[in-house]
């Protein structure tokens, strides 16, 4: 196995804190890939990892070389690929996340006009509700909807996403249209919780007297846990829902779903996108990037970033 390759496969033992994942990751048997990281200690006279049968974790050298081999591999990586932009366009794989949502409305249906300006990419293209953990699961960059908590990674903020406030039209024949804030304690919430089990917040509304952010507790039978369930359960009439505009026009347009209470809209969700710190990004992975914020543009509440800053 040839050094680079060997650091390759360091890098993901180390984000996976896993001989049996990276390996698994890499289609490589779990020998090969423990043989390569004891060939990298031999040659550097150092241990990267201390490994126990309950975990693998990077030692204080492992993690300064950890840090070094990103950024020379990334180095590499955007060499290597200068060589084929004269040959047909950008080269190599595209590990990217967004939300399932995102995915299947906006970004899957444009993907070929993105493939085709780029033949020689091959994208990998997660799509969940979950939160990936970016670098351990080795993606290039991932699209967030929702605030953002303190982290080490890059955060390109691209806009925000509206949220309406709404129910079925067979919900509303059967328990009426709710019109100011003391009606809902009448009403079914459809509750989203990224944890079941999980306490609800309730109805989110901004206060138009005070501009202030509150949550009004609010009764429900269902709880879910996953997007498409979360419109599939107001769709079956079983409550009201606050969901981003941008999934669900095509129903408003049908009158299958109704927006109730446009006054009492909740705050409109920061839309980001985040990749870890590098000194240079791929081509590739700006090239995406920049796809990406302009295709999104028209559904945020405001403009995507200039390109450059896509860039830096």
């Known amino acids: 196995m040839d050094q680079l390759h060997a650091m390759q ?46 975990k693998v974790q990077m030692t204080q050298d492992g993690q300064a070389y950890y840090e070094r081999c990103r950024d020379l591999l990334a180095d590499m ?62 993606f290039d960059c991932v699209l967030r909807i929702g605030t953002l908590v303190d982290s080490s990674l890059i955060a390109r903020p691209l806009g925000h996403l509206r949220l309406l406030n709404c129910v079925s039209s067979s919900y509303l024949a059967r328990h009426g249209q709710p ?14 919780l990224p944890t079941l089990g999980a306490k609800a917040t309730g109805f989110e509304y901004i206060d138009p007297a005070s501009g202030e952010n509150r949550f009004l507790p609010m009764p429900g039978k269902i709880s879910v846990n996953n997007a498409d369930a979360y419109l599939a359960a107001c769709l079956a009439g079983l409550g009201l829902i606050q969901i981003p505009e ?11 779903l109704v927006e109730v209470m446009p006054q009492y809209r909740a705050s409109p969700m ?7 710190h ?25 403009p995507s970033p200039p390109a450059d800053a896509l860039r830096r």
């Open 9 to 54: 496969v360091y890098l993901r033992v180390a984000e996976l804190a896993s001989f049996t994942q990276a390996a698994d990751s890499m289609g490589l048997p779990k020998a090969s890939i423990s043989s390569a990281v004891q060939q990298l200690e031999s040659q550097l006279g150092t241990r990267l990892l201390h490994r126990t049968t309950r």
């Open 77 to 138: 990586d955007e060499l290597q690929s200068m060589f084929h932009l004269g040959q047909g366009g950008l080269s190599g794989r595209l590990r990217v996340d967004m939300s399932s949502g995102i995915a299947r409305h906006i970004v899957v249906p444009r993907l070929p006009e993105f493939l085709q300006a780029h033949p020689l990419l091959d994208l990998e293209l997660s799509s969940t509700d979950r939160r990936v953990d970016l670098v351990r699961e080795g």
């Open 179 to 192: 019109q100011q804030l003391h009606e809902l304690a009448q009403h079914q919430l459809i509750h989203y």
């Open 246 to 256: 941008i999934g669900i026009r095509d129903h408003l347009e049908t009158g299958s």
């Open 270 to 276: 920061p839309v980001s996108l985040l990749y870890a």
């Open 278 to 302: 590098r000194r240079q990004l791929p081509k590739r992975v700006q090239a995406f990037m920049i796809w990406l914020a302009a295709i999104l543009q028209p559904y945020l509440d405001q």
